[in-house]
Each structure stands twice: as structure tokens, then as C-alpha cells.
């Protein structure tokens, strides 16, 4: 486990010195299925896998769950441990954000739609925490979960605008075995509020269905599974998209390569997930 920049950095260096690939998994913890497979795609291709244990609160907004979320470093460890991860990475906020600070990374564009319309400023923190992950594990991949498809296309996108000599892999959705995609936030539903939460993959299943038996109106995508949210009286849709998978621009007719994307609340808690489908 390092806790330090500095210790972190050198740690890095002595590796890309002696010619190991270093593979970042970045993480805010409490760990799942979907951290896990990250951490074992990182193991399979790389000399040595860095995860990154940092709850950050510039991506969370005022009145969003930061106090909420859940934490349990001793439980990450051990669960890190046992898929094979080397390094743990776990600073401070003080060590990661100098006392001070008045730099942070934007990605434009990519931002507007979807959870960025919702969430002011959430993307600048996760763009500018990356980066600053970026600069301290010098990783040649990092890997990063299809679960948050926007906040992956927009690091992808960062790195390629800002030439980081990186590679960005992703990975596909984990899911429990009744469809509902894992997540750390899971672990705040109560009973009631974790049976409602399947109304979310059932009706992003049910709108991939629609496309694959040939609608092509987003707007009646977006509609059914709007209706199929609202029937379910704990759950709160934040918002539907039906977008190129590429520019994540809104689409009127389906085609292509499609995400559709949602956010919802159940009960208090907030929950995101999305299908891509290849028309
Ligand atoms: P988080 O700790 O929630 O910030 O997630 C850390 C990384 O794990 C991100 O790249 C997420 O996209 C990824 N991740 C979270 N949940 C899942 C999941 N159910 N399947 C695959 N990746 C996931």
C-alpha cells in the first residue's frame, strides 16, 4: 500500500525503468465483481497492476452522496490482494489536491448531455483526477469500466486530445445474475429499493429488443423506457438517452453504434447504466 505522491511516482519510475508495463485500474473502492474484473484484465496484460483507492470530492456535487459513500479500505486490500493486485494507492485529499490548487482538466462537448447535464462540474473532477493518476502511476494502459459509458468515452477522448502516451482499455458491464449492473452505490438500496433497481436493466434489455426488431425512432426508444421506469413507484428517471456511441450526440433515428443511457434514483440512491447496441 502507498499513501504518497512522491512514493507512488518513484515506485513508477523504478518499474518503467526496469522495463515492466506499468496497468492503473482507478477505483473509489468498496469494492465489487466490476472493480475485480478491471483489476484481472490489468493482471492479464500487464507486469504490474496499480489500483487506486481514492473516494474524490470534486466529482461529487453539493447535496451528492460523498459523506454517504460507502468505504471499507481493509476489505479492498484484502479482495485486491487476492486477484493479485501489486500496489494499492490510497492519498489523502490534501495529498492529491495541494493546498491551493487552481488547475483542473476539461473535457468540452462529450460533457453537455447525459449524467454531465445533471451533474455540474462532476466530469472537470474526474477528468482532472485522472490526469493527476495519470502523472503519479505513469501507467502504458489504464482500464476503466463500460458500466460509466460517458465518463469512459471522455477519457479516451482527454487522452487523445491531450496526446497522453497512454492506452485506455475498456471493459465490458458486470452484472449480478438478476441483470442489475454492480456497483459500489448497490450497496445503499434496502431490500425494497434493490428489487425496484431491476426496472433499470430490464428496461434498457427491453429497449435493445425494440431496436434489434427494427425501431428506428429514438424518441419511442426513449418513451418505452421511460414508461417502464415510471411504473415502478420507488424509482426516479433522471434521464433516457438514445446516443452515437461515439460523439454521445442525441440520435432521432437509430443506427450504427447506439448507447442507451440512463440514470435514475432509487429511493435516495443514484444509479447509472446504459447498453450499447450495433444496429
Ligand atoms: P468506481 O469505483 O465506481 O468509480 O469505478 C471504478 C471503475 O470500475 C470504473 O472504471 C468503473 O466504470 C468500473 N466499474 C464500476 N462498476 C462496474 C461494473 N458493474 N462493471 C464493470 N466495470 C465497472
Known amino acids: 500500500m502507498i499513501k504518497t ?11 518503467r525503468e526496469a522495463g515492466r508495463t506499468v496497468g492503473l485500474v482507478p477505483t473509489m473502492g468498496y469494492f465489487h465483481e466490476g472493480h475485480l474484473s478491471l483489476m484481472r484484465a490489468a493482471r492479464g496484460r500487464d507486469d504490474v497492476v496499480v489500483v487506486s483507492l481514492f473516494v474524490n470530492p470534486t466529482q461529487f ?5 460523498y459523506d ?4 471499507d479500505e481493509d476489505r479492498d486490500a484484502a479482495l485486491a490482494e487476492q486477484v493479485g493486485v501489486d500496489v494499492l494507492f490510497v492519498p489523502s485529499v490534501e495529498e492529491m489536491y495541494p493546498e491551493g490548487d487552481v488547475t483542473t482538466v476539461e473535457v468540452a462537448k462529450l460533457t453537455d448531455g447525459m449524467c454531465g447535464a445533471f451533474r455540474p462540474g462532476h466530469f472537470r473532477g474526474v477528468t482532472t483526477v485522472c490526469v493527476k493518476l495519470f502523472n503519479i502511476t505513469m501507467p502504458h494502459r489504464a482500464y476503466f469500466g463500460l458500466k460509466d459509458y460517458q465518463q469512459y468515452v471522455v477519457i479516451r477522448r482527454m487522452v487523445r486530445d ?9 471493459c465490458p458491464t458486470v452484472r449480478e445474475p438478476d441483470g442489475l449492473a454492480m456497483s459500489s452505490r448497490n450497496e445503499l438500496l434496502s431490500a425494497e429499493e434493490r428489487e425496484a433497481a431491476l426496472v433499470l436493466s430490464r428496461a434498457l434489455c427491453a429497449a435493445e429488443e425494440m431496436i434489434r426488431s427494427g425501431e428506428t425512432s429514438a424518441d419511442v426508444v426513449r418513451e418505452a423506457v421511460r414508461e417502464a421506469v415510471q411504473a415502478e413507484p420507488l424509482a426516479r428517471l433522471q434521464y433516457v438517452e438514445v446516443a452515437d456511441a461515439e460523439t454521445l450526440a442525441p ?17 435516495p440512491t443514484r444509479l447509472i447504466d446504459n447498453y450499447i447496441v450495433e444496429v
Open 251 to 267: 440520435l432521432e433515428r437509430v443506427g450504427g453504434r447506439v448507447v442507451v443511457a440512463l440514470a435514475a434514483h432509487v429511493g
Open 68 to 71: 454517504r459513500y460507502p468505504r
Open 5 to 15: 505522491v512522491r512514493a507512488m511516482q518513484s515506485a513508477a519510475k523504478g518499474h
Open 162 to 170: 491531450l496526446h497522453l502516451d497512454l492506452e485506455i482499455v475498456a
Open 61 to 65: 456535487g453539493p447535496g451528492e452522496d
